[in-house]
């Protein structure tokens, strides 16, 4: 238990260091667009510090692989949130990014509703799942995949209207929050099949996992929440679009990886009431967020101009 704690706190480290030297590698590239994906690579490797960035979020996908075999999933995504308040530090130390106050209360209170999450969780009561049946994996993610695409697409076309105010990034913070959720719950099935290998070894613990859906979930998330996340992140605050996206992702894997892996819901009323409440707190804030940016964009002194399309 205290193993996976300590990984979820290393994840939460790396993750936000990776997504703040991304942000701040991306201010120094010419506008990237998801109609030009191999324009955005091209970009992106070539800059060091973004590829520093990435090889930290690879890490910390590294970790989350050990918090899925020691901890429930709920209680994860309750220490992953947690990393919010780093990020938020970071972003205004490093990029020179300030939260407005109504932004600050909003953050509050999603720490307050993963607060209640984590309140409702007990060690002895709460067990990790196991496997899930692969119909209802994909019945789960398929629907999910193409929700947050199109939402995406829909938060794009809505940005290129001319005289349209700036966008804070809340939607687009949900559309890539949705891929993610997907990819934590491949992760989590990755991770099965990992505890798997002592009993039946490497090669079948490997062609059991080659039979599953969970590679090519990664595969899909993996490749378009990184063309996604970087068009985002550049033209939005690393401060406010990571925690959006960062709760959505932890409000969907809580909800439908507790169901899809068999990890029950609390039988006592006040832990259950804390963990539904919690819930309902946290996509309130979400839809009460402001969906436009007044404030400046930052202009970090990397000796190139950062574009910032509307």
Known sequence: MWWGVAAALLANVLYSTG??????????????????????????LGSPLWIGGSLSLAAGFAAQLVVYRTLPIAAAQGIFVSGLVLLVLLSARLLGEETTGRERYALGAILAALLMVVLSLREDADTVGGEAPYPLILLVCVPSLGAGVWLYGSAERRARHRHRLPTTGVEYGVAVGVLYGVSSLAIKGVSNYLTDLTA????????????SPYPYLLLFTGAFGLVMSQAALQRCRASLIVPVCTTVTCLYTAVLGTLSFGEALPQEPLRLALRLAGTALAITVLLTMPKHDRQAAPQPSLGAKELTPP
């Open 19 to 44: 997504f703040v030297l991304e942000k701040r590698a991306l201010a120094a590239l010419p506008q990237v667009t998801v109609r030009e994906p191999a324009k955005l690579l091209r970009l992106v």
């Open 200 to 211: 039946s070894g490497i090669g079948e613990a490997l062609l059991d996992l080659l039979r």
